[in-house]
């Protein structure tokens, strides 16, 4: 028998490892480019998982962490504190929607969204109302990978259903598919088939979670400021809490700071990650409103929040993270991202193509949705020999470059996907 051990030992995510070969080591990173070991460049088309958003070696950010770790790198928030999370926990309530006043920390996106749940389900359940547990949900939606979170994935299109007979059974409503500049008959349906469900069904229901105008790794699926308005109107009608997931949406990915910026709401609890630390270490935030805060509040010992993940408000992080929204809104990314969203609608909407089923763009996001999912097969080799990494998956070729990129580069990534969908 063969001595596994010597092997590769590294285990690759969403990959069935049987005769699986990764050939692109990076050997370093600058900028909006991969330097591999074989010596290729690639320009990042993806911010690593859309996490990169200044790109890759940044001095700033790169001096901020050497900072930090000149004093200490981490202590834990148990019984003790550190000046970079008080820090970016005031920040964070700063730049948020106007209400969202407490913060916890969590060390990955997904565990944000535990956070979530989890604080939703006992903030009903503190107030006396515990029948109030169940997680309204919408298909196509992704939330992360951990057992919470995929409990309130898409539950036949996710890549969870293998799992869906041990995770909580929660409620699952259609997808919006009236669309960001919606058909007003179609949003009215979707919004009454909503309401008809909450009306029936409110009592059982503690929260609604959503990714705020675009479910990303679902689909891309993009839709309506006013749909997401109207549905925190519904939710404040029935006493349904709303969790707003910008772990992919938030830090400017949709054109605002966060997406619920153009609806104009201040949800119950919003979960940050990703872009709060710029890619540089695994961190997210949770956010709530005061009411929410206050329902934990209490003599007895049992209405506190039983949750903290051992990394929670690591100063390294929270040092990256404040950095990393100074130089947001001093450069003024907002107007970066404005400029990279013309380009991809210039550039990407046009596309004529037999393989092509739809092209959506929104901020810094660009999408070609293909009929079928076969024909990606070969993308990603065809982008890397053109000097350009993107990561198809299911039917979705896409680009959500970081922020910093230059217009030579972006026409780069979108002449590839375009020569490619003509291939």
């Excluded at 196509?140 to 995929?150: I, L, N, P, R």
């Excluded at 519904?234 to 949406?249: F, H, M, N, Q, S």
């Excluded at 013309?342 to 996001?365: C, D, M």
């Amino acid at each position: 028998m063969a001595n596994e051990k010597t092997g590769n030992a590294l285990w690759y995510p969403y990959a069935q490892m049987k005769d699986l070969e990764v050939n692109h080591q990076v050997q370093t990173a600058e900028g909006v480019h991969l330097h591999l070991t074989d010596g290729k460049r690639l320009i990042d088309g993806i911010s690593s998982w859309w996490c990169v958003t200044h790109g890759y070696h940044h001095p700033e950010l790169d001096q901020a962490i050497k900072d930090q770790l000149d004093k200490y790198a981490h202590v834990m928030l148990g019984g003790l504190s550190n000046e970079p999370a008080l820090n970016l926990s005031q920040k964070l309530v700063d730049i948020t929607p106007e209400g969202l006043n407490h913060v916890f920390f969590g060390d990955s996106g997904s565990v944000g969204v535990e956070v979530a749940l989890k604080m939703a389900t006992q903030y009903w359940h503190n107030l006396g109302r515990a029948n109030k547990k169940k997680i309204i949900a919408l298909n196509k939606a992704y939330h992360g990978d951990t057992s919470g979170c995929m409990s309130v994935c898409d539950p036949a299109e996710g890549m969870h259903n293998l799992f869906s007979g041990i995770t909580p059974q929660q409620y699952f409503l259609d997808a919006p598919e009236s669309g960001y500049e919606p058909d007003l008959a179609l949003l009215k349906q979707e919004l009454d088939t909503i309401e008809a469900f909450m009306r029936s069904e409110h009592q059982h229901c503690a929260a609604l979670i959503v990714e705020p105008l675009m479910q990303a790794a679902g689909g891309f699926n993009l839709y309506s400021p006013e749909y997401l308005k109207q549905v925190k109107t519904l939710c404040e009608k029935y006493e349904i809490l709303l969790i707003a997931d910008e772990v992919a949406t938030g830090f400017g990915r949709t054109g605002t700071l966060f997406a619920c910026e153009q609806a104009d709401i201040c949800p119950d609890i919003m979960v940050l990650g990703k872009g709060l630390t710029a890619g540089y270490l695994g961190h997210s935030a949770t956010l709530s409103t005061t009411e929410i805060f206050n329902a934990f509040l209490s003599d007895d010992p049992s209405k506190a929040f039983m949750h903290g993940p051992t990394f929670m408000g690591n100063a390294l992080a929270c040092s990256v993270g404040l950095k990393s929204i100074e130089i947001f809104q001093r450069d003024r990314y907002l107007e970066r991202i404005k400029h990279i969203e013309t380009h991809l609608k210039n550039s990407l909407l046009p596309v004529q193509s037999k393989k092509v089923k739809a092209a959506r763009v929104l901020g810094a996001t660009g999408v070609f949705e293909v009929h079928d999912k076969s024909v990606l097969a070969d993308a990603q080799a065809f982008a890397i020999e053109r000097g350009v990494w993107l990561r198809p998956f299911e039917s979705y070729l896409y680009t959500m470059p970081p922020y910093i990129i230059d217009d030579e580069s972006l026409s780069k990534i979108t002449d590839v996907m375009l020569e490619w969908a003509n291939s």
